[in-house]
Each structure stands twice: as structure tokens, then as C-alpha cells.
């Protein structure tokens, strides 16, 4: 059966900006742009030329791709004619392919925000179509509040639409700017434009999540017969979001009656791609992926309860949709207070630590975890020091060094320029093969600032652990979580340090204590050990 093409239109790089808090230099655009277009997407819009320093020079700078360069910008302003506009001509000047401008659909916004006739409206919709047109470029229409004004006046709503149209816009884009139109509303107005004469494969949808429906809003327009979908990557986008193409892609791929009816230029080695793209672009905005995010998350794929995780031991096709793999996730099995024995065996495997069915000392390992998550370790958040704990109950952790005293101080003075600074140090010192070893060290980084306590602390476990020395050295901590898991005077800190080291290889441990140094220490000590076990040390 040929199945129907579906075109993917990423705003990423303009609408993901408008997130509070977002904020691209020119040289991470161009990282985002060549992630997407290695995705497969068939469109991805650059920014708005002329609007601001950053999205000019990545006009200037644009890499060559294989998907549609876009650039952003809004149909004439009243008074000026399409060839003497200054803004529509910087957005020429972008040299892109292809040219989407927003226009205003909804008669309110063209009276009270523009201040316009509606008249007038249409005709600046028309003219700019047309002129983008008649320079060769591939012209795309956003109308904007379409939805809101279609509900309003659906006659005017319709008409700014064949003007476009009819104008040569390529896609004409049906745009949920508020983000308010439910699903159903979405199928139902997407099916009456067609039926008034604009053809399903000239429209667009772009909508937004402000009740969550974004991703189903856009699926509705689909089934109603819309083939150009908008979004953005982790559904980045002005105030709750736009419809995120890392759900969207993987649900047209592989669900009924999506993967059936139509195509998309995201290949399925594309597809395998999207976890890592997912979290390289958190990693470029320094932001914790969301765990909960559906195919990419770090729990997507997680099975914490026993009964679920003797299941997937048999079959992972009982609690899971589908397999982890094709977006380029992982199945994790967590260990927790819930976990069974099917839990807890499946872990150590991973681990390379077998242990035979109905062995005794799973009955106590599990008791013994049970025991710490109630004092406020958590496992499923912490495999690395899951391990070690295990290990230790099993008699299979090495005794690679001692710790037999550590002390840290916090000083407050005056430097030369006479401003309060801070200045931690710390004092370790271990045992290995029998010798001991001493080491100091401070927290300052190369500008001279103070990192804290738990950097000097961290500096100075690391500094001399003799012939391990060489292991370690490529290691450091690239996360540092703090939780309070107890109120009042009975307050119990738990920290969660995440290292990595320069295989990529990336481990979390965690520490317990009422004192947020001594809980630091603890899951220090488990990340260097963890480090050691698997560079196979003795």
C-alpha cells in the first residue's frame, strides 16, 4: 500500500527561544540545526533575521543541510508595499529557500492589535504571499490565532486563508497560538477549511501546550487530513510549550494507523538517533532531561515494581509499548523498596554479578535495601552505589583503599582587594597497601573562585589513592543534587552525585547523613570505587 507523505516543520530554533529561560548563542543554533537535520526533519526554521544579533548571524553562518532552511518573519506592514518593506526585505535577505510569515487570522486581533481594516489585512497577507513567490522562494503562511478567530468569525478567518493561497503559499499553517483548542474542535475546523477549498496537502498545523493536548491536537489535524506538522524538540516553546516532535515522531512511525497510512523523512536509523538528540539539546541549554519525557525519558523504560519486572524478564512486550531500542533508549530495571526478587537479579546481571536463583543472600540483600531507602537512600536514582552496596553483601567489593580521617573547613576573609570571599579546604587521609596517605587540597577553580567544601573535598580524595591514581584521573563530577528527605530537627540529607569519565561512561551514587558534607563524602566514595570496579582494578 503507498502510503501518504507527512512533512516535519521544526521551529526549535525560533519558537524554542521563546522559552522562559532559553536562550541559543549563534554557535549552539548551528549545533541544534545539524542534530535536526541528521534526525531527518523535512523544514527547520533558523529564526527571525533582523529581529535580533543572534538569529542575523546565524543567517549569516548557516550550515548547508539537507532539510528546508527557513527563515521567520511577518507579512508588510499597511502603508508600505511588499518590495519597500524593510522587515519582509531583511527576511529576503536571510537567503533561504524558503520564507514563512505570520499573519493575523482573528478580525480581533486585526482591528484592536493591529489597527488595521480587515480589509487592509487580507490585502497584506496576499501581496506578501506573492512577492515571496514571484523571487522564487517557497512561501509558508502561519496564520496566526487561526483557531480562536475561525470560532469567532469563520467567514474572515477563511478568507486570510485563500488569500494566502491562492497568493502561492506552499503551506498555508493553521496555528493554535493560544494553545486553548481541544483536540476534537481541532479535527472538526481542520475538516471544514478543507472543505471550503484548501487542500489538506497544502495545510499545516502548529500548536501549543497549554493543555497538554498539543501532540494530540496535531495527530487530530492529521487524521483530518492536514500533512505538514509543526514542533519543536522537547516540546520547547513560549509559556507551556509547543508540540514536541520527539513524541510526535516515534507515535507517527510506529502507531496505527499512523505508521501505516504515511511516511515521513525520519529514517530508522534517524529514529534511533532521537534519545541522543533529545539530550543533546538539554545538554547544550544545561537543563536535567525530564525523566518522565514519553520514548526518550530516562523512565520511560524503567520497571521499578517486582511483579512488573518478572514480566519483563519473560517477555518485555507485557509492560512495555514498545521497544526501547528504536528511539535509541535503554530498559532500566531500578532497585527499590518495591523491588522483587526478579528485580534484583535482573540488576546484578547487568552488573556482571551472578547469583543463582533462591540464594540466600538475595533475601538479605533485598532487607537490606528495604532498611536504607527507609533511612533515605534511593536506588532507582542510583544504580552505581546500588552496586557497591551489593557487592559488599555479596563479598565481592574489593578493598581497594581506607578512609581514616577526612576533615573540612570553611573560612570567610578579606582578599587583597579587600571584598569577603570564601576559601574551603580539605584534609583526607587513606590508607593503600598498608601506607598511609595525606592529602590537602582547596576549591578554588582557575578565576580564583571558591567551588565549596564538597569540590575540596573531592579534589583532595582523588589527589594521591597511589596505584589507583592513573584510573581515576579521567574522572570528575558533573552533577550534584541535594534533598532534604525529613523536616524539623530530625532533618536527614540526601545527596546524588552524578560522575562521568572520558569513555562516556556516566554513574550516580548517593549518600545519606544529617550533615550534608558526611552524605557528600559517602557518595564520593562510592563513585570512585564504582570508577575502580569497572576499570577492573586489584
Request: negative net charge; proline residues 4%; charged residues 25%.
Amino acid at each position: 500500500m503507498t502510503r501518504e507523505r507527512l512533512y516535519l516543520y521544526d521551529t526549535t530554533l525560533r519558537d524554542g527561544q521563546q522559552t522562559q529561560g532559553v536562550s541559543f548563542s549563534t554557535p549552539e543554533k548551528i549545533q541544534i540545526a545539524e542534530a535536526l537535520d541528521r534526525l531527518g526533519v523535512d523544514y527547520i526554521e533558523g529564526g527571525w533575521p533582523g529581529a535580533n544579533p543572534t538569529d542575523s548571524a546565524f543567517f549569516d553562518a548557516v550550515p548547508q543541510t539537507r532539510a528546508t532552511l527557513t527563515a521567520f518573519g511577518m507579512t508588510k506592514r499597511a502603508g508600505r508595499s511588499a518590495e519597500n518593506d524593510d522587515v519582509l526585505a531583511a527576511v529576503m535577505n536571510a537567503g533561504t529557500q524558503a520564507v514563512c510569515i505570520v499573519g493575523k487570522t482573528h478580525d480581533f486581533h486585526v482591528t484592536e492589535a493591529l489597527g488595521i481594516t480587515l480589509e487592509k489585512n487580507v490585502e497584506n497577507i496576499a501581496r506578501s504571499v506573492a512577492h515571496l513567490v514571484g523571487q522564487g522562494r517557497e512561501a509558508l503562511f502561519d496564520a496566526e490565532h487561526f483557531f480562536d478567530g475561525y470560532c469567532a468569525n469563520p467567514d474572515y478567518a477563511l478568507e486570510c486563508l485563500r488569500a494566502a493561497y491562492e497568493g502561492g503559499a506552499r503551506w498555508v499553517v493553521l496555528c493554535d497560538t493560544n494553545g486553548g483548542t481541544l483536540p476534537t474542535e481541532i479535527g472538526r475546523i481542520v475538516g471544514e477549511v478543507i472543505a471550503a477549498g484548501i487542500p489538506g496537502d497544502r495545510l499545516g498545523i502548529h500548536t501549543h501546550d497549554d493543555t497538554e493536548n498539543a501532540v494530540a491536537g496535531s495527530l487530530a489535524a492529521v487524521d483530518a487530513g492536514a500533512r505538514q506538522v509543526q514542533g519543536t524538540l522537547n516540546g520547547l516553546g513560549e509559556r507551556c510549550g509547543n508540540a514536541n516532535l520527539t513524541t510526535l515522531i516515534p507515535t507517527l512511525m510506529l502507531k496505527p494507523p499512523y505508521a501505516e497510512a504515511y511516511e515521513i523523512g525520519v529514517s530508522r536509523e534517524g529514529l534511533k538517533s532521537l534519545t541522543a538528540v533529545s539530550r543533546q539539546l538539554d545538554e547544550i541549554l544545561n537543563r536535567v532531561p525530564l525523566r518522565q519525557a514519553a520514548y526518550v525519558g530516562a523512565s520511560a523504560f524503567a520497571h521499578k515494581a517486582g511483579l512488573h519486572a518478572s514480566a519483563i524478564l519473560k517477555d518485555p512486550s507485557t509492560y512495555e509499548h514498545i521497544d526501547p531500542e528504536t528511539v535509541g533508549n535503554a530498559r532500566i530495571i531500578p532497585m527499590s523498596n518495591q523491588a522483587g526478587q526478579s528485580n534484583l537479579r535482573r540488576r546484578l546481571a547487568e552488573a556482571g554479578i551472578e547469583v543463582a536463583p533462591g540464594d540466600a543472600r538475595l533475601a538479605r540483600l533485598l532487607e537490606v535495601i528495604k532498611e536504607r531507602e527507609d533511612q533515605g537512600y534511593t536506588y532507582d536514582s542510583a544504580q552505581a552505589s546500588f552496586e557497591i552496596l551489593a557487592r559488599k553483601e555479596l563479598g565481592q567489593m574489593p578493598a581497594f583503599f581506607e578512609v581514616k580521617r577526612y576533615k573540612v573547613t570553611v573560612e570567610r576573609r578579606k582578599n587583597k582587594y579587600d571584598r569577603m570571599v570564601s576559601l574551603s579546604e580539605a584534609v583526607v587521609v587513606v590508607k593503600v597497601d598498608g601506607e598511609k596517605k595525606l592529602s590537602v587540597s582547596e576549591s578554588m577553580d582557575a578565576e580564583g573562585c571558591d567551588r565549596g567544601p564538597v569540590n575540596a573535598l573531592a579534589r583532595a580524595l582523588a589527589k594521591d589513592l597511589g596505584p589507583y591514581q592513573d584510573q581515576i584521573a579521567d574522572m570528575h563530577l558533573v552533577d550534584f543534587k541535594v534533598r532534604i528527605t525529613q523536616g524539623g530537627t530530625e532533618a536527614v540529607t540526601r545527596v546524588i552525585i552524578d560522575s562521568q569519565d572520558s569513555a562516556g561512561r556516566r554513574w550516580s551514587t548517593v549518600g545519606v547523613s544529617p550533615n550534608i558534607v558526611d552524605a557528600s563524602f559517602e557518595a564520593l566514595l562510592d563513585a570512585i570505587n564504582w570508577k575502580l570496579v569497572h576499570e577492573g582494578a586489584v
